[in-house]
């Protein structure tokens, strides 16, 4: 895809002690991907180490992006299983000031969070939102999920979008019908 001149998102939310996603960044550079997530959960010095070995290999505007809150996790989830004690909202803006404060250019986050980080980070400071649906009732296994246009008014600045287009009946329409409701927000 590199060579027929794509652009190459890798999310791999990567996480694990910071000398390994170190390593790990340093390869990644090495094969010119241009944007690429950790998880913000690995800690301010994994984050940091990520985007100092990144940097050294990386393409003139590669972007580390760190993942927040994963959209598939919604408050019973933080509280019962992870022990965290606040929303969704408030641990994804927390996780954003750390990775943003570690050399992150951005974040992967739910729409609903996006015009908060925003606030809290900077307006220059990406929102990367998956869990667009362009019909909310197919929400599958995304318990924060958005509309391209909600997204759009939320101040998201990368939209991603998998199954309302890939299981389509009519991916090409479904597609059309994304890049319309963008336009139209």
């Known amino acids: 895809m590199k060579e027929d001149g794509h652009p190459v998102f890798l999310d791999l939310k990567l996480h694990d002690i910071p000398t390994t996603v170190a390593n790990a960044m ?50 019973q989830m933080l509280h019962l299983e992870l022990h965290m004690a606040g929303n969704v909202k408030e641990e994804a803006v927390h996780l954003a000031q750390v990775a943003k404060n570690s050399g992150a250019d951005g974040v992967v986050c739910a729409v609903n969070e996006a015009a908060a980080i925003k606030q809290a980070c900077s307006n220059d400071f990406l929102t990367v939102t998956p869990g667009i649906r362009l019909d909310r009732l197919h929400n599958n296994d995304q318990k924060r999920v958005a509309t391209p246009s909600e997204a759009i008014r939320n101040g998201a600045d990368i939209l991603v979008i998998g199954r309302s287009v890939t299981k389509a009946s009519d991916p090409k329409k479904a597609y059309e019908n994304v890049l319309e409701e963008m336009a139209n927000a």
Do not use: Y
């Open 26 to 75: 340093h390869n990644l550079a090495n094969l010119g991907v241009n944007m690429v997530t950790v998880h913000t959960l690995g800690g301010s010095e994994m984050i940091r180490n990520a985007k100092a070995a990144f940097n050294q290999g990386a393409q003139p505007g590669a972007k580390l992006i760190a993942v927040t809150i994963l959209t598939s996790m919604d408050n």
